[in-house]
């Protein structure tokens, strides 16, 4: 069932090193509104440098090149085998080991300047993940939350996205070989906001858990 709370989990350790994060943005339509964006036709790709990984209860750094920091609270995919060009009669979601919380930390200001995203997201410590990934999700309508300081920012629910996972995978493998570990972050709904030095970061997702970072 989507969301059980009785859903397989596995904790996500410090060998957990994706090859690439392939990231997917304005995939819920409040979300694009919020930020004057329309919908795109196609999934919007773009990747997140690995080394932007954390886990579970390690700092946010905050950069000095940045004025305007923001979570954005998001599903993530991690893929189980060697997934290139999907056959149309072959399931996306047999390739996905499980789902994981994933905050795809966000210097909004230098998003707008640069026009696109490779530094607004891949500052190191911007892509906290954890802590369990679950392995019998169905992703289809999975509630997804962030909190910060205790106070609910974003709320929303996966069968809001515009391309759900399996279209996701299907999309992506067309254009690279996701390898065994590799993450898809899936985007994220409406109410990104503002993070600061001392705040606490929840991303609450069903069936998984809390992952909470400390921002400093």
Same mark, same amino acid.
């Given at each position: 069932?989507?969301?059980?709370?009785?859903?397989?989990?596995?904790?996500?350790?410090?060998?957990?090193?994706?090859?690439?994060?392939?990231?997917?943005?304005?995939?819920?339509?409040?979300?694009?509104? +919020?930020?004057?964006? +329309?919908?795109?036709?196609?999934?919007?790709?773009?990747?997140?440098?690995?080394?932007?990984?954390?886990?579970?209860?390690?700092?946010?750094?905050?950069?000095?090149?940045?004025?305007?920091?923001?979570?954005?609270? +998001?599903?993530?995919?991690?893929?189980?085998?060697?997934?290139?060009?999907?056959?149309?009669?072959?399931?996306?979601?047999?390739?996905?080991?499980?789902?994981?919380?994933?905050?795809?930390?966000? *210097?909004?200001?230098?998003?707008?300047?640069?026009?696109?995203?490779?530094? *607004?997201?891949?500052?190191?410590?911007?892509?906290?993940?954890?802590?369990?990934?679950?392995?019998?999700?169905?992703?289809?309508?999975?509630?997804?939350?962030?909190?910060?300081?205790?106070?609910?920012?974003?709320?929303?629910?996966?069968?809001?996205?515009?391309?759900?996972?399996?279209?996701?995978?299907?999309?992506?493998?067309?254009?690279?070989?996701?390898?065994?570990?590799?993450?898809?972050?899936?985007?994220?709904?409406?109410?990104?906001?503002?993070?600061?030095?001392?705040?606490?970061?929840?991303?609450?997702? +069903?069936?998984?858990?809390?992952?909470?970072?400390?921002?400093?």
């Amino acid at each position: 069932m989507a969301g059980s709370a009785f859903a397989m989990k596995i904790e996500i350790g410090d060998d957990f090193r994706p090859s690439k994060i392939v990231c997917v943005g304005r995939n819920y339509a409040d979300h694009a509104a +919020e930020l004057g964006n +329309e919908v795109p036709r196609e999934p919007l790709l773009f990747l997140k440098a690995p080394s932007s990984l954390i886990s579970n209860e390690e700092a946010i750094v905050l950069p000095a090149y940045s004025d305007q920091i923001e979570h954005e609270a +998001e599903l993530g995919v991690v893929i189980g085998k060697h997934c290139k060009e999907i056959p149309e009669d072959d399931d996306p979601l047999s390739y996905v080991r499980g789902y994981t919380c994933l905050n795809d930390v966000t *210097a909004r200001d230098l998003q707008r300047s640069d026009g696109q995203f490779a530094r *607004a997201k891949s500052f190191d410590t911007f892509c906290p993940v954890g802590p369990f990934i679950g392995t019998e999700l169905d992703p289809s309508d999975i509630r997804v939350v962030c909190r910060v300081n205790g106070v609910v920012k974003q709320v929303g629910r996966t069968s809001q996205m515009v391309f759900p996972v399996d279209s996701l995978i299907r999309y992506i493998s067309k254009m690279m070989t996701l390898l065994p570990g590799d993450l898809i972050a899936t985007g994220t709904p409406s109410g990104v906001s503002r993070l600061t030095h001392g705040d606490v970061c929840e991303i609450d997702i +069903e069936g998984i858990g809390i992952l909470r970072n400390p921002v400093a």
